[in-house]
């Protein structure tokens, strides 16, 4: 899928969520470690948006268990609808995703490589390597932080900045209510995916935005 533009994704756990999606996203992510059978929904999908697939594993956040994690999150990728996967950073530089990368890559699925820091915001340099790195191993380098000053939602969208000026393709949003709103301003600095839930009862990251609100959001700030 090309990221060379923003682009919107539903995130839910329940594919049948997709015809809710059409009107305002441009991708449904597919939260499989919170989805029931995931691969057979999968297998039933009929919808029109394209799909990213997502496998987060409870140490960054998600709810996956470790044991067949990766192997499912591969034959994920193999599905037609697919057209994005995402993987954490730890996973991929420990060489544990290779193999999903690898799948991708045959089947012509872009790579996201994630990195999520539920504790705070790193210092600007540690913001900028980790988003270099992600970009090392992916198409799209994702940095989730979460901030706790208006401060931090600027030192992650000058990191943005500087990451896209150097050519690289990006998604960042800052986490918490501190930072809520860069997730309709990070597109003005170069932020290439936004996520949010169709039903913001079912909000996937603290601080979300429902689907409809962050779509007109982004669409009045960056004229999208």
Known sequence: MNFESFRLAAATADLDDEP????????????????ADPLSQLSDYGGEL???????PEWEGGEAEADGRLAALEAAV???????????????REGAADRVIETAREHDVSVIVSTHDF?????MGELQAALRT?????????LAVTAETPDDVLD??????????????????????????????APLYGSRIGYAPVDPA???????????????????LNGV
């Open 50 to 56: 394209p799909l990213l697939v997502t496998n987060r």
């Open 134 to 142: 992600a970009c090392e191993y992916g198409d799209v380098g994702k």
């Open 20 to 35: 809710a999606a059409r009107e305002h996203a441009d991708l449904v992510e597919l939260r499989m470690d919170m989805a």
């Open 202 to 220: 079912e909000a996937t990251a603290p601080g979300q935005y429902d689907l409809a609100t962050l779509a007109e959001l982004v669409s009045e």
């Open 119 to 123: 504790e705070g915001t790193p210092p």
């Open 78 to 92: 193999t599905d037609d609808a697919v057209a994005a996967v995402d993987v954490e950073l730890q996973s991929a």
């Open 156 to 185: 992650l969208l000058v990191a943005t900045r500087a990451a896209t000026v150097e050519g690289e393709t990006v998604a960042t949003m800052a986490m918490g209510e501190a930072g809520r709103h860069s997730r309709a301003v």
